[in-house]
Nanobody, 115 residues
């Protein structure tokens, strides 16, 4: 059964950067469109960025120009480089397929942006 494990979160000051990593198990990883999602306290989970099998990215308007999604199919890994972080980027970040597979949600990784 496929599993997704997120890492790389932490506490960062406004304007700072973090790089999140999503490690996937399962042989079918390379065929899936993958996405990074986030859920802030009291809010619904939302899509942050997606990336096709071939590496074409797509971004939510609120992260365009600041975040970069990438993938390494050989390593079964998806990355999210986050620059110019702001307090409203504070959330738990998850990776999943796109559309999201209900059984694939992991623990996520907490990102806190605060001075």
């Amino acid at each position: 059964q496929a599993q997704l494990v997120e890492s790389g979160g932490g506490l960062v000051q406004p304007g700072g950067s973090l790089r999140l990593t999503c490690a996937a198990s399962g042989s079918a990883f390379k065929i899936y469109v993958m996405g990074w999602y986030r859920q802030a306290p009291g809010k619904q989970r939302e899509l942050v960025a997606g990336i096709t099998r071939g590496g074409t990215p797509n971004y939510a308007n609120f992260v365009k120009g600041r975040f970069t999604i990438s993938r390494d199919n050989a390593k079964k890994t998806v990355y999210l480089q986050m620059n110019s972080l702001q307090p409203n980027d504070t959330a738990v970040y998850y990776c999943n397929t796109y559309p999201a597979g209900p059984g694939l949600w992991g623990q996520g990784t907490q990102v806190t942006v605060s001075s």
